[in-house]
């Protein structure tokens, strides 16, 4: 058997023209686990969202843009390279919605032989918008283009020793300058979208503690992971347990999302008498528009405008030798033909 690695993340706008970011919007909230509605009603919902977000995130992208490209494409390129030195097997990297495209990947992989492929979703925390999109997406691009190549997937890894130790590792610095508080702000999903993923049907959001009690429901619940990894990296990192909290960012429409939402947190913190605050967003491995835009300037803003004195936010693990290392041991496991953890 042949093997190779794909890496696959969210992905991003070609440039930071309307055009670009309106294609780019369209394939992504046209997605059926995205927006998980009727495709008519999509197809209306996502119109009407087309006629003034491109314009608006093309401007946000701006703020952020590198001179070779896009940040998540970027980073995540250095991140391919920097794991392929470590491993003999073929690392190809694809973004869920635009380019580098999935099939391309998966082309380049059937034409050097590779028939047995390890997928690393580039997402600590399973959840149908993120995760589970892309892994349906490659295992149909699979069965259309190289029908022999065999799938293994990396399963969610938001609490797992070596991604905890990389996040505590790339934050020590912020958190040894000193801080008020803490605040974890993980990527919002609409609570249907917990629902829908549990697969005993009742458990997640029936009771307020949902996430302490056993179920398996857990193996695929967004909130219960990120709770995790919170409590896993805290213990790592010595944070006080008066020092911190979690909140989700970046939702989109009318429907409640999960909470508490970051930019209400980003207002009532300051209330609370936190002047100087840390931002950490362990949902993503890489920083996008969501960390360095919308909790980097944004975020900070409306924290300052709220009567705070200073906001920082972590960079995410991006490059980081540990998070490299946590990679490389994924797929050491994989060519050792070990179960993956």
């Known amino acids: 058997m042949n093997k190779g690695v794909l890496l696959v993340n969210l992905g991003s706008p070609d440039s930071t023209s309307v055009g670009d970011v309106r294609r780019y919007l369209n394939e992504f909230l046209m997605d059926g686990r995205v927006i998980d509605t009727p495709w008519l009603l999509r197809r209306f919902i996502v119109g009407m969202i087309l006629i003034n977000r491109p314009k608006q995130a093309a401007e946000a992208y701006k703020k952020i843009w590198l001179p070779e490209g896009s ?70 691009v ?28 790339s934050a020590a610095n912020h958190l040894e300058a000193g801080y008020d508080h803490l605040l974890f702000s993980f990527h919002g999903i609409p609570e249907r979208h917990l629902r829908k993923s549990d697969p005993t049907g009742g458990h997640c959001l029936t009771v307020s503690n949902c996430c302490e009690t056993g179920s398996l429901a857990h193996a695929t619940c967004y909130r219960a992971q990120c709770f995790k990894t919170v409590a896993a990296f805290v213990a790592k990192a010595g944070v006080p347990v008066n020092r911190y909290s979690i909140s989700f960012q970046s939702r989109l429409g009318r429907d409640p ?11 009532e913190l300051p209330r609370r008498g936190v002047k100087k605050l840390l931002v950490i967003c362990p949902a993503f491995v890489s920083d996008c528009l969501e960390t360095l835009e919308e909790i980097g300037i944004r975020g900070r803003r409306i924290f300052l405008e709220a009567g705070g004195k200073e906001c920082a936010q972590i960079p995410c693990l991006n490059e980081h030798p540990l998070w490299i290392a946590a990679l490389e041991k994924m797929v050491r496991r994989f060519l050792k033909n070990q179960p993956p953890s």
């Not at 380019?99 to 990947?105: F, K, L, T, Y």
């Open 71 to 140: 940040p998540l494409i970027v980073t995540s390129k250095r991140v391919q390279t920097e794991l392929q030195k470590c491993v003999t097997a073929p690392v190809e990297l694809a973004m869920r919605y635009q380019n580098p495209s999935i099939p391309d990947a998966i082309r380049k992989l059937r034409d050097r032989g590779v028939d047995e492929l390890f997928l690393i979703p580039l997402f600590p925390h399973y959840a149908m918008s993120s995760y589970e999109t892309a892994v349906e997406r490659v295992k149909e």
């Open 142 to 169: 699979v069965a259309k283009l190289a029908p022999q190549m065999r799938v293994e997937v990396q399963p969610p890894y938001g609490g797992a020793p070596d991604y905890i130790a990389a996040l505590a590792a």
């Open 257 to 267: 999302w999960l909470k508490p939402y970051t930019d209400f947190e980003l207002v």
